[in-house]
């Protein structure tokens, strides 16, 4: 990052936007929390939610669920339960507001993905302090999410804000591979309780090198996963004899061209937007080739995307359908042609792609009769998009990203897949938040779904700040 006059400058502008756009338009709660008193609470709730083993699989989140529904239900808040399994329930709470304003969704998940504890310095589920850090397995996803929206809803209760719209939490199970006892049951079967104008869950950070912020993520939009498999068939044979009809041969050299093709860079809204606002806090050099990918097809926009596959790949990935080959099935003995070869592609799709165009597209570049060319099972999320960026709910964050990070936000299309998809289905716009993580902390193996998940005190207790400022100014009553 070039931390010279021109960064300064940038995001002091956006700052000082974004500031003068909560001096003029934020609600002002009744009163103001006692951060000290908050901070003990939120470490308390933390700690004891990720003590909960909630791995998934197998899947069992009723301890940390029956846990958050005690919490809000002594705190005097209605509580509803929800479960297509008894031992994975999901948890609604409600705060009524005067209903000027559709409600507010704020949405984490109970479950994490699993762990092989001997890889662990400290106990995964111990959820131990140790430096500054609180390390446990949901440290970073997403019982820190969990745990800030809780709190939230508490001090909403407690200070008796005045609210403009109905303010919803709901703590799901199933998001790390059992959406269906999670997010899909929710909406398909109990939408009317989750239903809101805004959603806010996770799928955001803000990044910090070297201990300072740089920038900060708000995931608006996301790639919808796929799976393809190749299958190639020949002739059986002795090992001993050769075969051009080798289904072995003819699978990878199908895998190389599919892995070699340059998919079409194709932005939408967000992503033009990020790599806009990312210019203006980059070096030159990174700059010029973050302008370049908005010329698409043009030479200057081709030798950045080369250049960004090779140094920069979640970048490369943002910008087109991702292919990857991840999983090989051939043969079974050595002295043996195998007659059938397989392997699966993980793909990564545009919200706007068309996959029974791609698929086709994906034939046409392998151009081999001997390859069978498929979509496999998995899980799909739906197609959806997010409106466009100008939405109070997406200014609002941006305000307490600047109040508390004094940084630049980027507006993201996720690579990977969150719930938040399903939501965006039914027209609902959400924007995925998260605290502030060191950029070294996943090289490190520190990062979500790590051996040493882990996150900052200090962090946690400012996203609780930055979340409820957010929820105030979008919630709370004017006047």
Partial sequence: MNTGHRTTRAVASLVLAAGIAVATGAAQSPLEPDWRQVEAETLEHFQTLLRFDTSDPPG???????????????????????????????????LQGNGSRAPLLLMAHTDVVNVDPEKWTFPPFSA?????????RGAVDDKDNLSASLMVMLLLQRLDVPLDRDVIFLAEAGEEGSTRVGIEFMVNEHYSKIEAEYCLAEGGSVARVG????????????????????????????????????????????????????????????????FRRLARISSDEDAARYLS???????????????????????????????????????????????????????????????????????????????????????????????????????????????????????????GATDMAYLRAKEMRCYGIGPALDREDAALGFGAHSDQERILETELHRFVRFYWDVVVELAASKG
Avoid: C
Wanted: aromatic share 6%; charged share 25%.
């Fill in 60 to 94: 069992r989140e009723k301890p940390a669920a029956d846990y958050v529904q005690d919490v809000l239900e002594r705190a005097g808040i209605p509580v509803e339960v929800f479960a297509l399994e008894a031992e994975r329930p999901n948890i609604v709470a409600r």
């Fill in 293 to 415: 990918l908005l010329e698409l097809d043009t030479p200057a926009a081709l030798a950045a995307d080369d250049y960004l596959k090779q140094h920069e790949p979640s970048h490369a990935s943002m910008v087109r359908t991702s292919i990857s080959p991840n999983m090989f099935d051939a043969g079974y003995r050595i002295n043996v042609i195998p007659s059938e070869a397989t392997a699966l592609l993980d793909v990564r799709q545009l919200p706007d792609e068309d996959p029974d165009a791609f698929l086709q597209d994906v034939r046409r570049v392998i151009d081999d009769p001997a390859i069978d060319v498929q979509y496999a099972p998995r899980d799909v999320r739906p197609i959806a998009d997010n409106g466009p960026l100008d939405s109070q709910a997406f200014e609002a964050v941006q305000a307490g990203i600047a109040k508390h990070y004094q940084v630049t936000t980027l507006p993201t299309m996720s690579t």
């Fill in 128 to 136: 131990t302090r140790d430096s500054g850090y609180i390390y446990g």
């Fill in 211 to 274: 201990g300072e912020t740089q920038y900060a993520l708000v995931q608006t939009l996301e790639k919808i996963p796929r799976a393809i498999e190749l299958t190639a068939r020949g002739v059986a044979g002795h090992g001993s004899v050769p075969l051009r009809t080798n289904a072995i041969v003819h699978l990878s050299k199908a895998v190389a061209t599919v892995a070699d093709w340059r998919t079409p860079i194709r932005l939408n809204e967000t992503t033009a937007s990020y």
